[in-house]
């Protein structure tokens, strides 16, 4: 009578949904984790920075159930294969809104219906989620205002109430240590990172308001990379935005936001929100995108930008939006290559939030930046960046009289990009 729990996005012991149902409702549960062959064999860095993330995590959770007396199951290859290999009274995971997540569960759901054992998921990453936050007419909302408003209406403290799995601890399956997978066998070695910590900090969020649009401060909770592998709860998170500040509130209400679209509206992962913007006329000059990967473009904070990513898997928003804009609109090249650069090198990359931020910044997004807002990265650097201490961090070569010229004027990029975006709105 063993079900399993699956772990995906949610590598932590206490207030998981799913794992609180699969303890409650069963004595005999056994853990495991699947490093999905498929997403794995396509990564290029053997010291792929989130593979390292991941593996700690799952290696914490390990120790920490064989502490309880149970341990985890470890397993490299496709899910399909385990789930079809399986004989269990039950399978308990959590909900994944992505597209290529929601293919492989249907898969799974069914062939496990075949062999009569249930696959029960839960809601567990998001407050809210899939059709919970509609417009009056039943429509899914596209503007983020009148979205977070109704979000807000809704949220009453029951979604902020931790479930509290530490009673039914004792229903984990009791068994021997079971073999711990090396990082080498899934195809990777080990990395030298230092990874933000899930530490809560009242004081960040307090000043929040205040410091979150300066790069050179700690003026945001860098809890990104815990919310995408669930390592910290939403419920937490949202709990601690109530008492120190609504704007971060907000933040975390665009991240549903943004799964909520991803959910709603599955093309965006391979079209613009916004259809028409399909048939714009990108440049794609590839020298040009090189030079903005290597953070060589001769903008001092969109090179910055680039080489924090490029340095440390992690950009500040605010040179997130930037870098963004600068690359869609001053050098037109197409947003998805763009995202794509991002999703390989963002340590808190989330199809969700990275397709709807490129795609914000594009214009031709739900909700997105007007096409005419086009970011002038010095004008943004003067009110963020004024002492140039962030600049400097990144581009320790940075001397305002001598650095490399601009590949591109910004005059004649603003008015290039205005043409461009201009032309295609008057078509019909
Ligand atoms: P905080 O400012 O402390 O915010 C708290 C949390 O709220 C974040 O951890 C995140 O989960 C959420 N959040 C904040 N801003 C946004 C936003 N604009 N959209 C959605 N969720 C948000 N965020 C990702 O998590 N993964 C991505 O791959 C990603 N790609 C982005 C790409 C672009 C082009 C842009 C403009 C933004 C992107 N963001 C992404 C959103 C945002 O930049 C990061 O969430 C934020 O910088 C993470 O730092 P933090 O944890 O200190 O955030």
Same mark, same amino acid.
């Given at each position: 009578d063993t079900v399993i729990f699956w772990f995906r996005r949610d590598l932590r012991l206490h207030d998981n949904i799913g794992l609180y149902h699969a303890l409650k409702e069963n004595n005999n549960v056994l853990p495991v984790f699947i490093f999905d062959k498929e997403i794995l064999d396509e990564l290029e860095d053997e010291q792929d920075m989130r593979v390292n993330f991941i593996y700690k995590q799952v290696i914490h959770l390990k120790e920490a159930l064989e502490n309880l007396g149970s341990s985890l199951l470890m397993y490299h290859g496709n899910p399909i294969k385990f789930f079809e290999a399986l004989e269990v009274a039950g399978v308990y995971t959590n909900h994944d809104y992505e597209p290529y997540a929601i293919k492989r569960d249907n898969q799974i759901q069914a062939l496990l219906n075949e062999k009569n054992i249930p696959f029960k998921t839960y809601k567990d990453q998001v407050i809210f989620e899939k059709n919970e936050i509609l417009k009056e007419d039943g429509e899914p909302y596209t503007v983020f205002t009148p979205y977070s408003r109704k979000w807000l209406k809704k949220l009453d403290s029951s979604h902020q109430e931790p479930y509290l799995i530490q009673s039914f601890y004792r229903n984990f399956k009791k068994i021997q240590p079971v073999r711990?997978?090396?990082?080498?066998?899934?195809?990777? !070695?080990?990395?030298?990172?230092?990874?933000?910590?899930?530490?809560?900090?009242?004081?960040?969020?307090?000043?929040?308001?205040?410091?979150?649009? *300066?790069?050179?401060?700690?003026?945001?909770?860098?809890?990104?990379?815990?919310?995408? *592998?669930?390592?910290?709860?939403?419920?937490?998170?949202?709990?601690?935005?109530?008492?120190?500040?609504? !704007?971060?509130?907000?933040?975390?209400?665009?991240?549903?936001?943004?799964?909520?679209?991803?959910?709603?509206?599955? @093309?965006?992962?391979?079209?613009?929100?916004?259809? !028409?913007?399909?048939?714009?006329?990108?440049?794609?000059?590839? @020298?040009?995108?090189?030079?903005?990967?290597?953070?060589?473009?001769?903008?001092?904070?969109?090179?910055?930008?680039?080489?924090?990513l490029n340095a440390t898997g992690f950009m500040h928003n605010r040179v997130r939006m930037i870098t963004a804009s600068f690359l869609t609109k001053h050098l037109l090249i197409d947003w998805r290559w763009g995202e794509a650069y991002f999703a390989k090198k963002l340590l808190d990359f989330e199809l969700s939030s990275n397709n709807g931020g490129w795609q914000w910044a594009a214009g031709c997004g739900c909700d997105a930046a007007p096409y005419f807002r086009i970011f002038n990265p010095y004008i943004q650097t003067q009110k963020f960046d004024p002492k140039s201490k962030y600049i400097k961090k990144w581009v320790p070569e940075f001397q305002e009289i001598q650095y490399p010229p601009p590949i591109v004027d910004h005059q004649f990029a603003r008015n290039r990009a205005l043409e461009t975006f201009d032309a295609l709105r008057k078509e019909k």
């Open positions: 711990t997978l090396s990082l080498s066998e899934i195809g990777f !070695k080990a990395g030298q990172y230092d990874y933000p910590s899930k530490q809560i900090s009242g004081k960040i969020i307090e000043q929040y308001e205040t410091n979150r649009d *300066f790069p050179a401060l700690q003026g945001t909770s860098r809890l990104s990379v815990h919310l995408r *592998f669930g390592t910290i709860s939403i419920r937490e998170a949202v709990k601690e935005a109530r008492k120190y500040s609504q !704007k971060w509130l907000s933040e975390l209400i665009w991240r549903e936001f943004y799964m909520m679209i991803l959910w709603h509206f599955p @093309k965006v992962v391979t079209s613009s929100f916004n259809s !028409k913007y399909d048939q714009l006329e990108w440049r794609n000059n590839e @020298k040009e995108f090189e030079a903005w990967c290597n953070g060589m473009t001769g903008y001092p904070i969109v090179d910055a930008g680039m080489r924090e």
